[in-house]
C-alpha cells in the first residue's frame, strides 16, 4: 500500500493565505519585522488585532477564525 500523501503548502506564497487546515501570513520581502492587522471572523472590529511578523510562516489560526490579515505600512495598529 503506498503513504499516505500530506496536502501541499504553497512554497512562496508572500501575504495572506488559508488551505483547509490553517490561515497564515508569509513575510517574504524583507530581513525585518513587520506589523499586521489581523481580521477575526465574526464581532466587528474590535475582536481583530495587530500583530508582529518575521520573515517566515505565521499561523494565525483556522480559517473558520480568520476571516483576513494585511500588512500596516504606517507601523502603528488602528483602532
Do not use: K
Not at 513587520?34 to 510562516?57: F, K, P, S, T
Not at 489560526?61 to 502603528?76: C, K, L, M, N
Amino acid at each position: 500500500m503506498a503513504p499516505a500523501t500530506a496536502q501541499a503548502t504553497p512554497a512562496q506564497v508572500c501575504g495572506f493565505w488559508e488551505n483547509h487546515v490553517g490561515a497564515y501570513y508569509e513575510h517574504c520581502n524583507a530581513p525585518t519585522t513587520i506589523l499586521i492587522r489581523v481580521d477575526r471572523a465574526g464581532g466587528g472590529v474590535e475582536n481583530d488585532y495587530c500583530q508582529l511578523v518575521n520573515r517566515r510562516r505565521t499561523p494565525l489560526g483556522t480559517p473558520a477564525q480568520i476571516d483576513h490579515a494585511y500588512y500596516i505600512r504606517s507601523g502603528v495598529c488602528p483602532v
